[in-house]
């Protein structure tokens, strides 16, 4: 019989699209004794992780904790849960997450209508207030705020005032802005948002923070149909989350992984939500000037551009999968490829959460310019 042993990775620098490298502090965290999942302790746990991610969140939304699943499964919880089969609704789509979106309103059975602009480019807030004046009935509007496909910030205020003036409600993929630019829920009018653990919360992957305002619970709760998800059925995951100790089995959380997003959102509350912002700016500048020395460019737009998720031009006659894999094979340094029409056009040089600092900016750098020859 073939003979097994353990698996040791490397140590790489994490500066694609996520996950984003983990602290020693939260991979400690991880490897705490793992408690019963209803033991009192544990739903301590639980109710400090909601309140830390309300603070996140920037709500007061009581129905916000994290999924035991990924980003893509806090995506598929909104949808769900909010539209019934005949519903409309309109999405925005300027890059991949877009399009995910549309894909799960399809899948519910809702009549989805595409504000569709180029990628690369931010949605246009004209054109979702015409589709909304066009369709009046529409319950809600979707949108991603940071779009990682493309490097892009949509901007979520406005979008959803104009969703707002129209009566609907409010979808938003938070997945890569959640701590890494300005976000707020209540202010903003959010009424059912998601996120995602690997990314500027730099926490390990697996797990979805959600929120839905007061509106998006009743929403649920009239329901003529039940959510066709048994497991992201937010009526029964709040018996298992809700208020009090009294706590209803619905499945095991993950326990071991929330010890971690604790952990990450502890992190994120002492530096301060808008310090890591700042951070991510600042950051985000250094590293632009650093890829400019190169003679690279920028392919976003500045008024618009990521500062966690920088997508760089790659140059005419450069061999885009050589060069990554040199710096991956060379310098344990992942940055991250072109998705979909971007693919072999772009790089994305993540700069999220704990790998957003001067040392990485540094590094990426370096092994850029030598693996370049520049
Ligand atoms: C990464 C990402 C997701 C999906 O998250 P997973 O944890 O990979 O499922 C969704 N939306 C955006 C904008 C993302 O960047």
Redesign the pocket.
Known sequence: MQTYSSFIPKTRTLMG??PSDVSERVLHALSRPTLGHLDPDFISLMDETKSLLQYAFKTDNALTMPLSA??????EAMFVNLLEPGDKVIVCINGV?GN?MKENAKRVGAEVICIDDPWGEQTKPEKLERALRQHPDTKAVAF?H????TGVRNDAKTLCQIAKSFNCLTIV?A??SLAGIELCVDEWHIDAIYS?T??CLSCV??L?PISFSEHAVQTIQKRKSPVQSWFLDMNLIVGYWGEGQKRAYHHTAPVNSIYALHESLVMLAQEGLENSCQRHASMHQHLKTGLESLGLEMAVDEAYRLPQLNAVKIPEGIDDVQVRSRLLNEYDLEIGAGLGELAGKVWRIGLMGYACKQKNVDYCIQSLGRVLNR
């Open positions: 699209p996520g990924p980003g893509s499964a806090g995506m997450f995910r991603v940071a779009e990682t496909s993929d997945v890569t995602g690997q990314k992957p697996g979805a």
